[in-house]
């Protein structure tokens, strides 16, 4: 049974950087999928922060600009997200995913984790 | 303001069909992306339900299934059960943000 389980800090200060980590059971990260980082804030619908592969390889959200990096760690079976400068706006509910290719370039986000609330306040 | 456009809720008594549609555009749907629905609980995991705008994972109910139109996709539920009470999101590319989007979520209850 594939399981994801995001962790970090749950209050982060504004100008201050958001990092998170997925850490994946019952899979191997080396294997091929993209990771991708999604985002509830509250009230609001989902949105699609980035993902990113086991080879290092990104795709990213134009909307967060230079703000995010995402990495992979292969020895841990974990993958990360960083966002910076972080304001009140980026508080939300942060989701890890793993996406799966089921046709040619065709893809659906098959598991997911719980969530991890983070909140950006002094 | 949700690039794919769904109803805020929908409601059915229970053994009814519902259906939540979900409105794009040329640069997302129209384009010829593929159309994936999840099933989101508060505090819970959001669920796969219906990928590739009509194929069903695995230990999904029949009871679920799932089109594709012009710039529109839709998911019906029969059969309406209260297990099936939930926030529902579709989910497509847009070619023109280059970026995975979301429906702003439909809330479902079952009466």
């Known amino acids: 049974q594939v399981q994801l389980q995001e962790s970090g800090p749950g209050l982060v200060k504004p100008s201050g950087t958001l990092s998170l980590t997925c850490t994946v059971s019952?899979?191997?990260?080396?294997?091929?999928?993209?990771w991708s980082w999604v985002r509830q804030a509250p009230g609001k619908g989902l949105e699609w922060i980035g993902e990113?592969?086991?080879?290092?390889?990104?795709n990213y959200n134009p909307s967060f600009k230079n703000r995010v990096t995402m990495t992979v760690d292969m020895s841990t079976n974990q993958f990360s997200l960083k966002l910076t400068s972080v304001t009140a706006a980026d508080t939300a509910v942060y989701y890890c995913?793993?996406?799966?290719?089921?046709?040619?370039?065709?893809?659906?986000?098959?598991?997911w984790g719980e969530g991890t609330l983070v909140v950006v306040s002094s | 303001q949700s690039v794919l456009t769904q109803p805020p809720s929908v409601s059915g008594a229970p053994g009814q069909r519902v259906t939540i549609s979900c409105s794009g555009s040329a640069s997302n749907i129209g384009a010829d992306y593929d159309v994936n629905w999840y099933q989101s609980l508060p505090g819970k995991a959001p669920k796969l339900v219906m990928y590739g705008n009509s194929h069903r994972p695995s230990g999904v109910p029949d009871r679920f299934s799932g089109s594709r139109s012009g710039t529109s996709a839709s998911l019906a539920i029969t059969g309406l059960q209260a297990e099936d009470v939930a926030d529902y999101y579709c989910q497509s590319y847009d070619r023109g943000l280059t970026a995975w989007v979301f429906g702003g979520g439909t809330k479902l209850t079952v009466l």
């Open positions: 990113i592969y086991h080879s290092g390889g990104t």
């Open positions: 995913a793993r996406v799966r290719e089921y046709g040619p370039q065709k893809y659906c986000s098959d598991y």
């Open positions: 019952g899979a191997s990260i080396n294997n091929d999928y993209w």
